[in-house]
């Protein structure tokens, strides 16, 4: 049992976050288990041997792994209970249950991802030794599913690596092992080096690949951080993490991992999350402060529409559907959930078909049997979906949302059945499905940057395919890491970063307007500015942390380094951020930067609560030099901000007979914590699991005996958490099967 994780590139399933919802998700499965995985941090130096002794005294434990940079602690296997208790020894600072990952994907067309980071304008720039910036030289570590090193675009990338799943040198992908392949670790390579008829962003890099996912894309916790161990000690340049969970917490094991990576020299680089586009949404090890988080822009792409009524509503393709190439006015019909006998009245139509009961391709061929022309597939729960088809369509297949379906139609009753189709070309705004920030706690600007993620096609094994996801979007700054890199050997991971940063470019959403720091970080890489970088500031994001207001005014200060990285003196000027009623800055003057200096300088915000009411305050500071715009995002919050007090939740049976057990993620702790059941038919309030009060953040880890439970049976339960006068919850089936007679 324990905080589900995934690879961040989406194929038929859509993510989901834990928000409040009416809808209820899938039933979990029980774990059936009785000994359980654990990462312990421990608060000194151990050796081995010395980890050994302190284990003696638990027979049932059994030490698996003992890390030696990523994270100062080991990995245990035993009970819950010996577990706890061994956690409550001297040297032992934190306990985790280890998470899984898992896979999933959906498939476009290309687009001019390289393109548009800057990436071919870089191919004609030099390196100190007079090289083309190609990467040559870097070696950039890939965690993820393995790669198929024989592939004839990566064959002279591959450097090597290991696998941690079968523990031996051999990094492959998934090959048909219980007929479950895997293809994600080869793509997010590709991505990054490809060096054949594709070429990545650095396509002379070498790539270390370490197997820490196998069958189906799975792993653990405990898998990922022997490969981050591994790799600090292989001593990469660069290493990148296509994967992460949807808890928001800065503070689990892989996120720290992640941390004590940079401090080695690395460069971590990780996918934010694919669970947008709501706020908060972040999840491990995206929330690492070190790390560079990255969040997904589209590239340009043709995206389809139709327009009914004066309304206009933007299509997404079905994996398997021919491109959708219709160029003016069509009738509209309904065609129910695509039966046969639903689908008489199609003929030379698009027909608009509810998901349910058949299967997207029944459906598909239905209405092509009937004469559609098209088929659009709107959704039967809340939100967007992304599907496959079982065989490749003949017709245009799209999806919409159930809302815009039943909108839809609801003016086919009404006899408004004419649609104009039309394709719009868009690019550089920022995915819907990219996951936002902040983070919980420390209240930090994540993603820290975008780059492209969606119809990114690369390497798979045995040939080439295009997916989305922050999965995809990560290895393009990997890439672009690895050519700063090379431009300028002497630069740290916290320079790389300020260079992306700085001068990245701020994407704007369909209305016009800047997103939000927080949903975007700067913005979107720009690899050519960032590799000629005169001036680098740094860090490159600024966070005022949290105000509690009293009635006085408060005032927060930052310092950051700025740093002339050139032999030539630069003249700085700092700009007022956009003024705020009730905020005020004190931003440092003009002055002049010598050659090769670099300066600490000191910016300070206060707010008066008497007219600032905001719950979030973000921005851009602007730094200008010879003509050239430094940005430095900024955030901070006020008291206690709408973030979700729960996530993370978890339930099955326990390890000794006649108990359960839960877990559950507390963001920021909470005033009143419980789980409430409910009958599944009636929703009658039926009792508490459990139910307390002042509980602190971070992971719950609490068993139960099974005479506190009610009855055998499936029960709706209700997790909710309240701080501050919020209150969130989870909503979620759970099957109770007891010991009992």
């Known amino acids: 049992m324990s905080i589900m994780l995934l690879l961040f590139f989406l194929f038929t399933t859509q993510a989901v976050t834990a928000r409040p919802s009416s809808n209820i998700p899938p039933l979990p499965a029980l774990d059936q288990y009785s000994e359980q995985i654990a990462i312990f941090m421990i608060n000194q130096e151990l050796t081995e041997d010395e980890i050994l002794h302190l284990l003696q005294k638990y027979p049932h434990i059994q030490l698996r792994k003992t890390f030696k940079y990523a994270l100062n602690g080991f990995s245990a296997i035993g009970s819950q209970k010996s577990l706890e208790q061994l956690a409550k020894e001297e040297p032992i600072s934190k306990l985790s249950v280890v998470n899984h990952y898992k896979v999933s994907a959906t498939t476009y067309q290309q687009g001019d991802n390289i393109k548009i980071i800057g990436g071919e304008q870089v191919r004609g720039i030099f390196d100190k030794q007079n090289r083309r910036l190609t990467g040559k030289g870097i070696k950039i570590g890939v965690i993820d599913t393995g790669i198929d090193y024989r592939h004839e675009d990566l064959r002279k990338s591959y450097g090597g690596g290991y696998d941690v799943v079968d523990g031996d040198g051999d990094p492959m992908e998934t090959n048909d092992v219980n007929g479950v392949n895997t293809l994600h670790g080869t793509h997010v390579a590709g991505v990054i080096a490809a060096n054949g008829r594709m070429k990545g962003v650095a396509p002379e890099a070498t790539i270390l690949a370490y197997r820490a ?15 981050i161990d591994q790799a600090i000690d292989d001593k990469v340049d660069i290493l990148n993490l296509s994967l992460g969970n949807n808890v928001n917490g800065p503070d689990l094991p892989l996120s720290v991992a992640l941390n004590n990576a940079v401090d080695h020299g690395i460069t971590a680089v990780t996918s934010s999350g694919n669970s947008g586009p709501n706020i908060w949404t972040v999840g491990t090890p995206g929330t690492a402060s070190k790390a560079i988080s990255v969040g997904a822009s589209t590239p340009t792409m043709k995206i389809p529409y139709i327009e009914i009524g004066g309304e206009r509503i933007r299509l997404e393709p079905l994996q398997g559907s021919v491109e959708w190439d219709l160029d003016r006015t069509y009738e509209l019909k309904n065609g129910g959930i695509g039966k046969v006998e639903q689908l008489k009245n199609v003929q030379g139509k698009i027909a608009l078909i509810e998901r349910g009961e058949l299967t997207f391709s029944e459906k598909v061929n239905n209405a092509k049997s009937a004469g559609a022309i098209a088929v ?3 959704n039967n ?3 967007p979906f992304r599907g496959n088809l079982d065989q490749t369509s003949t017709i245009p297949v799209m999806s919409m949302t159930k809302k815009e379906g039943e909108k839809l139609k609801k003016k086919i ?20 499905f990219s996951s936002r920030g902040p983070v919980t706690s420390t209240w930090e600007i994540k993603p820290d940057i975008l780059a492209p993620g969606v119809a990114i096609t690369s390497t798979v094994p045995r040939g080439y395919l295009s997916l989305q996801g922050t999965s995809m979007s990560s290895p393009h700054v990997a890439g672009a890491c690895a050519l700063i890199k090379q431009a300028h050997p002497e630069w740290g991971p916290e320079k790389i970063k300020a260079a992306l940063m700085n001068y990245a470019k701020p994407l704007r959403n369909k209305e016009g307007k800047y997103y939000k720091t927080y949903e975007q970080g700067a913005g979107r890489i ?16 600024l966070q005022f942390g949290k105000f509690q207001f009293s009635d006085r005014i408060h005032e927060h200060e930052a310092i950051v380094t700025v740093e002339n990285t050139t032999s030539k003196t630069k003249k700085l000027t700092f700009e007022n951020p956009k003024q705020e009623p009730g905020i005020n800055w004190d931003i440092p003057m003009s002055s002049l930067l010598r050659a090769g200096e670099k300066r600490d300088v000191t910016i300070s915000m206060s707010a008066d609560p008497k ?4 719950k979030i305050q973000d921005g ?19 008291e206690e901000p709408d973030y979700p007090r729960v996530m993370g939740f978890d339930f099955g049976a326990g390890d000794e007979k006649g108990t359960f057990r839960y877990e559950v993620y507390l963001p920021g702790g909470a005033d009143e914590f419980g789980i409430a059941l409910f009958d599944v038919d009636t929703y009658q309030f039926i009792q508490f699991i459990d139910w ?5 953040k971070g992971l719950i880890q609490q068993e139960i005996s099974e005479d506190k439970l009610p009855t055998d049976g499936l029960y709706v339960a209700k997790v909710f958490a309240r701080k501050a006068g919020q209150e969130d919850w989870i909503e979620t089936y759970l099957q109770i099967e007891t010991s009992r007679k």
């Open 413 to 432: 009753d009404k006899g408004v059945t004419q649609v104009k189709t039309l394709i719009i070309e868009e690019k550089d705004i920022l995915a819907d």
């Open 526 to 541: 720009q690899l050519k500015e960032s590799i000629e970088a005169e001036v680098l500031v740094y860090p490159a994001s």
């Open 620 to 638: 851009m500071l602007t730094i200008r030099s010879d003509g050239k715009n430094i940005q430095v995002p900024y955030l901070f919050v006020l």
């Open 692 to 696: 307390k009060r002042n509980i602190d």
């Open 376 to 378: 659009i597939i709107y």
């Open 381 to 383: 729960t809340s939100g």
């Open 611 to 614: 007219i600032f009411k905001k």
């Open 213 to 227: 996912l196998g069958p189906g894309g799975a792993g653990t916790t405990e898998q990922v951080i022997e490969a």
